[in-house]
């Protein structure tokens, strides 16, 4: 069966500092990578796509990147972070388009 | 640009009830739509799944519903329970890979 981990499940960071998050995928090959956020008061936004190994799509210009290293292994990063980062980032996946996505645990990040 | 709407934004039932969640979205052209559970601080669990050649779906006492046409989709619960007290978020998936959410239904059923 298909599994997704993300960690850290929480995070507090100083407004400045970087960020990483990650998000692996067991059980599948080759899925579409998904980074959403929900902010209080904001809902939940798509942030990343990716269909592939370094393909990434944007879909909010943002303080905020993603990278693909491996085919189930997805990144949300940032170098400087803002207090507007502050949220709960949730990392899903699909096979093909269109179909179902499954979501992780989500990692709360608050920036002070 | 898709828009996705669900009312109520909070609703509270006894145990037992039926009930009704309701979503309804402006771009009819969608690929499918899909219902979650979001526990509080937890990672959204998927419901049902409705293609956009479907009516609707069932699971358990979950039964979703799709009309393309008039925009709309609903979440019927049968003989709630008070582990169903959560957030219902529906969404919609316009271009193969990006779901547009709607704000949520929090839902508390009381012993």
């Known amino acids: 069966s298909q599994t997704i981990h993300q960690w850290p499940a929480t995070l507090v960071q100083p407004v400045g500092s970087p960020l990483s998050l990650e998000c692996t995928v067991e059980?599948?090959?080759?899925?579409?990578l998904y980074w959403y956020r929900q902010a209080a008061g904001r809902g939940l936004q798509l942030l990343f796509y990716s269909v592939g190994i370094g393909q990434i799509s944007s879909e909010v210009p943002q303080n905020l990147s993603a990278s693909r290293p491996q085919d189930r292994q997805f990144i949300l990063s940032s170098k400087k972070l803002l207090l507007s980062d502050s949220g709960f980032y949730l990392c899903?996946?699909?096979?093909?388009?269109?179909?179902?996505?499954?979501f992780g645990p989500g990692t709360r990040l608050t920036v002070t | 640009k898709q828009e996705v709407t669900q009312i109520p934004a909070a609703l509270s039932v006894p145990e037992g009830e039926n009930l009704v969640l309701n979503c309804s979205f402006t771009d009819s052209a969608i690929y499918n739509l899909q219902w979650f559970r979001q526990d509080p601080g937890k990672g959204l669990t998927s419901l049902l799944l409705i293609q956009s050649s479907q009516r609707e779906q069932t699971s358990g006492r979950l039964n979703a519903s799709l009309d393309k046409s008039s925009g709309r989709s609903t979440l019927y619960i049968a003989a709630s329970q008070p582990g169903d007290s959560a957030t219902y978020l529906c969404?919609?998936?316009?271009?193969?890979?990006?779901?547009?959410f709607g704000g949520g239904t929090r839902l508390m059923v009381k012993p």
């Open positions: 059980g599948t090959s080759n899925p579409n």
């Open positions: 969404a919609g998936n316009n271009a193969g890979n990006m779901l547009t």
């Open positions: 899903a996946w699909s096979v093909g388009l269109a179909n179902e996505q499954y």
